[in-house]
């Protein structure tokens, strides 16, 4: 059973920082891509990063190019998310996800796998 999981998320002020983790696993879990995403109050899902499982490709929305920071260790079955100067916008569920079919991909509807978000909240 393939298994994505969470953890990192909490409150913060405007300007700090968190980092989330996200733990994969499960004995056919083969992603190609892996990807976060998040869910604003009152709005769609939305792309934030994505890497490729070999870490040599990655991509970012524009409004968080420059501040957040993924990476992913294969060894260790363990994608992170880095995100520095946060802002109150930033605000959502944040969602890991692995996609089975695409070096790497920004489309949600390509990933196959999810995790069960965790919180992120900023205050200004």
């Known amino acids: 059973q393939v298994q994505l999981v969470e953890s990192g998320g909490g409150l913060v002020q405007a300007g700090g920082s968190l980092r989330l983790s996200c733990v994969f696993s499960?004995?056919?879990?083969?992603?190609?891509?892996m990807g976060w995403f998040r869910h604003p109050p009152v709005q769609e899902r939305e792309f934030v990063a994505a890497i490729s499982r070999t870490g040599g490709a990655t991509y970012y929305e524009d409004s968080v190019r420059g501040r957040f920071t993924i990476s992913i260790n294969n060894a260790k079955n363990t994608m992170w998310l880095q995100m520095n100067s946060l802002k109150p916008e930033d605000t959502a569920v944040y969602y890991c996800a692995g996609a089975t079919n695409v070096a790497v991909t920004i489309d949600e509807g390509e990933y196959d796998y999810w995790g069960q978000g965790t919180q992120v909240t900023v205050s200004s």
């Open positions: 499960g004995r056919t879990f083969s992603s190609t891509a």
